[in-house]
């Protein structure tokens, strides 16, 4: 008889606990999970371009927080600011929500590599590995050197550039008594002609003009020597640019 009221009072017992914590859960349901789980939303702000810390107070202002992801490199982002971030600019999140932002290392460097006495093509193989790009060619007669061959650069070896940066090459042109090589300027503006002569160590010789149409004016369209003629060092080379007839240039 005892062992029976004694089980059938923990059977009450355990009835009034299960419906006391129904009841618990009713009343945080329908009171005080609302108020927990109604946080306003607010919009997420544009953050491209800011520093970390710019962008953290940014957030600050709109009840966010910021998280930092990955770092990498970025041609035009300086250093420290961010490239993007998720939720990107404009969706709408729960208050106190982070937001990841990317941040940028700023611009990669490449090492320029080492090309005194490599030839040309071999050199520009080389910088386009290295991510960078052939600048001013400027060939100079050089005993030393054999013909072809780069004999000195700028920047030097070893430099830091940006990606596609240029890197300006002497040329070897060989003996200064060997013959040279004559560039081919034909289609050149008359302009760039002395500069482009000088590159060849040759020199601008006689320029006349005749009425060729068919070519802008100004246009170099023909030389002599022709393109390709083996002359002497400071061999000046004349040459014939084009001019419009007076009546096709009139408006």
Do not use: C
Request: charge should be positive.
């Amino acid at each position: 008889e005892i062992m029976r009221t004694f089980l059938a009072n923990g059977v009450l017992v355990a009835a009034s606990a299960l419906a006391a914590a129904l009841l618990l859960l009713g009343l945080v349901d329908a009171v005080i999970m609302p108020h927990i789980v109604d946080v306003p939303n607010v919009k997420v702000p544009r953050l491209h371009s800011l520093s970390a810390s710019q962008a953290s107070q940014r957030l600050q202002q709109w009840g966010l927080k910021i998280a930092t992801g990955d770092s990498i490199y970025h041609e035009r982002i300086p250093l420290g600011s961010v490239i993007d971030h998720l939720p990107e600019a404009g969706q709408r999140v729960k208050k106190g929500r982070a937001v990841t932002v990317l941040l940028s290392k700023g611009p990669r460097y490449y090492t320029t590599p080492s090309l005194q006495g490599v030839s040309l093509r071999e050199a520009r193989l080389q910088l386009e590995s290295n991510q960078l790009q052939t600048g001013n060619i400027l060939y100079v007669s050089s005993n030393e050197i054999p013909e072809t061959a780069v004999i000195d650069q700028h920047p030097t070896a070893g430099t830091p550039l940006k990606r596609d940066s240029r890197v300006d090459l002497r040329i070897s042109n060989g003996p200064p008594s060997a013959m040279k090589t004559t560039p081919n300027l034909i289609t050149l503006p008359i302009d760039s002609a002395e500069d482009t002569l000088r590159k060849y160590e040759m020199q601008l010789g006689r320029i006349e003009s005749q009425i060729d149409n068919s070519s802008p004016p100004g246009t170099i369209i023909s030389q002599a020597p022709k393109p390709g003629t083996q002359t002497p060092r400071n061999t000046r080379i004349h040459l014939r640019v084009s001019a419009q007839h007076p009546q096709n240039g009139a408006r």
